[in-house]
């Protein structure tokens, strides 16, 4: 008897032949981009270092395409941003040691994000691992120990026949729901030795999916489908499963009102009759929330931005769907389902009944005016005029990537993204520095449509050494700094909590002045002007710099009230 899973592929002849005479002058380092191109990937970024030399040699023999940028940390924001709109795992190439930690933060706002970048690091040599101090360049007792608290999984390779199987099981591990970033590291006489395994020739690539558990969703379903005032919380997980639809169907069939979370921007329509659009921030809204009979929470954790800083307390049955385990009941008891939004979605659209509520249209509206007349009651006219003037000069389908700076904090409760996946920010981990490398890399990744980046001048100087990459590779981004002098919202906070702020001044560059040293166009200009600025920016190909000098305020808080 013959079971599916004794079956194997025969290779050719030919494929015998190539596999027994593989080309002379590979290394471990073609092992590595060999399996990458067999996975599926076309596009990598990085930087060079002397124990990864092994990897960036070998791509010369290939034919991915490599994006070098100048930090590491911002190869991995541009990795991240990679992930995001392709839904690919973004390869990332690092060297050992300094490289390898510079790169951390941006991890971690991936990891926080659910982004999925394959980060490839080399090591110091095999003979100096294993915690001993023999006083290698770039040495760590546990490389991979800095790691482990912030990848979704740690895979190390100790020989050569090891790349393949443990470069594929990082590629699912990063794809597989929840996705995130993972590390593979090589130790650089691995890379660097010549080698007789056949060309990597394919891989699987496929991920483990996620579904729900019949039972749970079993009873989801009735608790929607009898609810007096059910409503719906979508956070960033239905962006990554790419469940728009799926959501946008369940709410229309239930009358559920939906708000968005800032990592879940665009999940649902921003005009359509039952949403809330994305004021969680608002106590009118969580006031609106908490009193749902039947809450359901999609592809969120419901944490500290998705919850008004914790102060939102549902009082009706919470369910929630969530393929990050550890999220799932981490912040409220509910009926916890673990798996991937888009099937858990499919699977309530095929159980639930229809719910007849004429009256949740005037709901929503009710909340909405309420929140918009808080906002009008607090002038801040030139911050929803600057807002306004972003969003009519950005074409509909552009993605748009935002640094943590007062401008973003409006844009998480106040810009219409104009579909899922156009609009991402660092509040996952809330770094800074993310919005203008995130931004390259989402150009890499898509350069038929301009891209814009948003930050600070405290945020733009973490990442000015890119315009450099900008240029070098003619990508198609945008970069409105915001500069108000300093560090804007710390100005803010500490001014509001101590009566005076310290250590949030900066002395910056003339920004115009140096975009133009890179050969990046600028243009300084002003709330008035910033409309028709930025189009034109936007509508040139390659690299711009758009300096706006202006001092936002944030509108006033409510979780202190």
Do not use: C
């Not at 080698?195 to 496929?206: E, L």
């Not at 001044?505 to 002045?513: F, G, H, K, N």
Request: aromatic share 6%; hydrophobic share 45%; proline share 7%.
């Amino acid at each position: 008897m013959t079971h599916d899973h004794d079956l194997v592929l025969r290779p050719t002849p030919a494929q015998t032949e190539a596999a027994l005479n593989p080309p002379p002058g590979r290394n471990g380092g073609d092992l590595v981009v060999e399996t990458l191109a067999g996975l599926g990937a076309t596009t990598v970024f990085g930087l060079p270092g002397q124990h990864a030399l092994g990897m960036f040699d070998a791509l010369r023999r290939s034919d991915l395409r490599y994006i070098g940028l100048r930090v590491e940390n911002n190869a991995g924001f541009a990795a991240d941003a990679y992930g995001r709109i392709t839904g690919e795992a973004a390869p990332l190439l690092l060297s050992t040691g300094p490289g390898a930690l510079t790169s951390l933060a941006a991890l971690q706002e991936a990891a926080a994000a659910s982004a999925p970048v394959l980060a490839i690091g080399s090591q110091i040599p095999s003979a100096g691992l294993g915690g001993g101090r023999h006083g290698y360049l770039h040495e760590l007792p546990d490389q991979a120990a800095s790691f482990r608290g912030v990848v979704k999984s740690v895979h190390t390779v100790r020989t050569q026949s090891q790349i393949p199987s443990a470069i594929e099981a990082a590629w699912k591990s990063a794809l597989t729901a929840p996705h995130g970033p993972v590390w593979v590291e090589i130790p650089q006489d691995v890379l660097l030795a010549e080698t007789a395994i056949p060309v990597v020739t394919g891989g699987d690539a496929f991920p483990e999916e996620l579904p729900p558990r019949p039972e749970l969703t079993a009873v989801a379903a009735h608790l929607l489908s009898h609810a007096e005032r059910p409503a719906i919380i979508a956070g960033g997980g239905v962006v990554r499963a790419d469940a728009s639809g799926k959501l946008k169907q369940l709410a229309e069939l239930v009358r559920a009102p939906v708000v968005t979370t800032p990592g879940g921007k665009g999940a649902f329509p921003w005009k359509h009759p039952l949403s809330l659009q994305s004021w969680i921030e608002d106590r009118h809204t969580t006031d609106f929330l908490e009193d749902a009979d039947v809450l359901l929470v999609v592809g969120s954790g419901l944490g500290e931005l998705s919850s008004n800083y914790h102060t939102f307390k549902p009082r009706g049955r919470v369910v929630q769907i969530e393929a990050d385990l550890g999220k799932l009941e981490s912040n409220h008891p509910a009926l916890g389902i673990h798996a991937d939004a888009r099937l858990a979605l499919q699977a309530l659209l095929e159980t639930v009944s229809e719910r007849q509520d004429p009256d949740a249209p005037e709901r929503v509206r009710e909340v909405l005016a309420k929140v918009a007349e808080r906002i009008a009651s607090q002038e801040l006219t030139l911050e929803q005029d600057v807002l306004a003037s972003v969003r009519r000069a950005l074409p509909a389908d552009s993605p748009s990537f935002w640094d943590m700076t007062i401008l973003a904090y409006w844009a998480w409760s106040a810009f219409d993204a104009k579909g899922p996946n156009h609009m991402h920010s660092a509040q996952g981990a809330g770094g800074l520095g993310y919005g203008f490398p995130a931004a390259l890399g989402a150009a890499a990744a898509d350069p038929t449509r301009p891209v814009l980046a948003v930050s600070g001048d405290g945020g733009a100087l973490y990442s000015i050494a890119e315009l450099a990459t900008a240029r070098q590779y003619d990508l198609n981004v945008t970069w409105l700094i915001v500069d108000d002098g300093g560090y804007g919202i710390l100005r803010e906070y500490m001014s509001d909590a101590f009566g005076e702020a310290t250590a949030t001044e900066l002395t910056r560059p003339d920004y115009v002045a140096l975009a133009e040293s890179f050969g990046v166009p600028g243009v300084r200009t002003t709330p008035q002007t910033l409309e028709q600025d930025l189009a034109k920016a936007l509508g040139s190909p390659g690299p711009s710099v758009v300096l706006l000098p202006a001092v936002l305020r944030m509108f006033a808080p409510t979780h202190l009230d």
